[in-house]
């Protein structure tokens, strides 16, 4: 099949969308042959061939590498049985073996689940959730209060809570519903009430949500790590702060754990960071998704209180206004537990420490480079903050004739690799990211 990748890549290039993409200037993307381990075995427009580490787990999903054999048994296994039926009347072993796996894992309280096919999908079926919520008490509340800077998905919901700056807000204005918007909480995850800058994030923060409260319906973020938002590392005592707002005024807790869930901050939960500083961080409803399937399939999963799932229930609606045609595809569903069998097996706690100390010494050596402003890493999480933006081809070319595979954005050159990676393969790695931001930014 790929005998002639110029011929594959010009046909992508005159019919293809990619992400956030152009049909007049297209970029050429890599042709992939395949990947297993922690590798993807590219081809360029050249025909050139390239084997690379991947450093990005495929949009932070693929948390166990490729061609994995026990998710390959799990899949062959399910698709024996049955690859996809429908969820409505109909329910299967797979889906309930996740649910109970999710309320296992999840906080104590997160009791009921809604599979759905996407992570934006989830962020509108949690949304959904908090209105319906409100409505059925007799409270018409329309509006979402969230921090700047935040990326919840692509879809107009989740759009309209993600950074009205960065996200889309200016180009869909009319069609995007406004919501309330607190400042970006300030960097780092040890900074507490006795911190001057949090001290005023918290005054303008309680200040503006004073001002919306009696029509917010719910606080959606994403506890202590702002993932495609710009990779902000926040604490867990301004997670409280909006918990305790949210609390006072009636409002639900959304926490959309799609990036920073299955230990990829260092505990399970991003939430769990909360046990620092001896406060529980325990959200109404819960988004996961991403490394939900090990990377092989798009699923993901609201959890909700009993409560919500009983307030939403009584409503004049009768239920829960969603039904994805894929809602709870068994395949996924199979695959999943697995997956999550995996994270156990494997010791996903223990790997995902032994990744941080590896990109904290690894990633240390870009400080040098004049164009960095900041390297900072949370779990398995490394982040080199450029003072330009960085120059996505070349610094993506410079990596792979280094080994490695990095897909940047804005000011942003940074890795979420695979919590299978090895120490070695982590050493070259860093060096080929390192690398790559002095190649091109030097
Ligand atoms: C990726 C992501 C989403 C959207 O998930 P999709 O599967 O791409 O729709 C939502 N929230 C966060 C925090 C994410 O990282």
Known sequence: MTDDPAALLAYDRDHLWHPYSSALTAGVPYLVESASGIRLRLRDSDGGHHEVIDAMSSWWCAIHGYAVPALDAAARAQLGAMSHVMFGGLTHEPAIALGRRLVELTPAGLEQVFFADSGSVSVEVAMKMALQYHLAGGDRRTRFFTVRGGYHGDTFSPMSVTDPVSGMHSLFRG?????????????????????????AWERETRALYAAHADDIAAVIVEPVLQGAGGMHIWSPYAVSVLHALAREHGALVIHDEIATGFHRTGPLWGADHGAAIGVDLTPDILCVGK??????????AVLCTREVALGVSRGEAGGLMHGPTFMANPLACAIAVASLDLLRDNDAAAQV??????????????????????????GAVGVIQLREPVRVPEVTAAAIARGVWVRP?????????????????????????VGAVGDVHG
């Open 175 to 199: 069609v995007l519903p406004e919501h309330v918007f607190a400042p970006r909480p300030p960097a780092g995850l040890d900074r507490g009430p006795d911190d001057p800058e949090m001290a």
């Open 291 to 300: 490394a939900l399937t090990g990377g092989y399939l798009t699923l993901a």
């Open 353 to 378: 420490r032994r990744l941080h100390a590896g990109l904290t010494v690894g990633l240390a050596a870009a400080r040098g480079i004049p164009a960095v402003l900041e390297v900072r890493t949370l």
């Open 409 to 433: 954005f804005r000011d942003l050159v940074y890795t979420m690799p695979p919590y299978v990676t090895g120490d070695d393969d982590l050493e070259r790695l860093c060096a080929g990211l």
